[in-house]
C-alpha cells in the first residue's frame, strides 16, 4: 500500500496526537461544552492515528478495540465501587434536618428588621446579640464589635441577620 503523500515519522504523529490530547482538555476544563477545540481535539488524535498506522482500516480497528477495552474497564470500575460500597461514599445521602442542627430561615426574624439591641459577645464579624429579649447569632457589616455595643438590625438574608453599630443620638 503506498504511502500518503503527508507521510511524516512517529515523533510528528505523536506531537500532533498530544496537540490533539492538549485540545481535548482545554475543551473539558477550561471551555464548558463541547465546542470547535473538542472537535479540532479530536480530529488531531484521528489524523495522528491515522498517520501512525497509515490504514483508514487499522485506524478503525484500533479505535474499535480502544472503545471496547475502556467499556470493559469502566463496568469492572463500576462494579468494584458497588461491591466496596465506594459509591455511597462519593454520593451524599444525609438529610439536613432539623434535629441535626440544620434550621430553615425563620420568617419571625424578618420582623428584627430595624429593632436595637445589645451584643453579648465582640463580634468579629460575627457574634451574638440580645435582641427583644431573644439571644440571635449575627454579623456585622463588616468592622469589630466590642461586647456591650448596642446594635440596630439591618437586613435578614436567608439565615443571617446583619446589624450595624447605633450612632449615639443627641
Same mark, same amino acid.
Given at each position: @500500500? ?12 505523536? #506531537?500532533?496526537? @498530544? ?5 481535548? #482538555? ?8 463541547? +465546542?470547535?477545540?473538542? !472537535?479540532?481535539?479530536? !480530529?488531531? @488524535? #484521528?489524523?495522528?492515528?491515522? !498517520? ?8 478503525? /480497528? ?8 475502556? /467499556? ?7 462494579? *468494584? @465501587? ?21 434550621? /430553615? ?8 428588621? +430595624? $429593632? ?6 465582640? #463580634? *468579629?464579624?460575627? +457574634?451574638?446579640?440580645?435582641?427583644? +429579649? ?10 469589630? !464589635? ?8 439591618? $437586613? ?7 446589624? *450595624? ?6
Amino acid at each position: @500500500m503506498p504511502y500518503p503523500a503527508f507521510y511524516l515519522n512517529g515523533w510528528e504523529a505523536l #506531537l500532533i496526537f @498530544m496537540i490533539g490530547f492538549l485540545a481535548l #482538555l482545554v475543551e473539558i476544563l477550561v471551555i464548558p461544552g463541547f +465546542g470547535l477545540v473538542g !472537535l479540532a481535539g479530536i !480530529l488531531f @488524535m #484521528l489524523f495522528a492515528l491515522y !498517520l501512525a498506522l497509515h490504514a483508514p482500516g487499522a485506524v478503525l /480497528a484500533a479505535l474499535a478495540l480502544a472503545i471496547l477495552v475502556a /467499556a470493559v474497564v469502566l463496568y469492572w470500575a463500576w462494579r *468494584r @465501587m458497588e461491591e466496596k460500597r465506594l459509591l455511597n461514599q462519593l454520593i451524599l445521602t444525609d438529610n439536613q434536618e432539623s434535629k441535626a442542627g440544620y434550621l /430553615a430561615p425563620d420568617p419571625s426574624w424578618q420582623k428584627l428588621v +430595624g $429593632k436595637s439591641g445589645l451584643t453579648l459577645t465582640p #463580634l *468579629r464579624p460575627a +457574634g451574638k446579640v440580645e435582641i427583644a +429579649g431573644q439571644v440571635v447569632d449575627v454579623v456585622s457589616e463588616g468592622e469589630y !464589635l466590642p461586647g456591650g455595643v448596642k446594635v440596630t438590625v439591618i $437586613k435578614v438574608e436567608g439565615q443571617r441577620i446583619v446589624v *450595624r453599630k447605633e450612632k449615639p443620638g443627641p
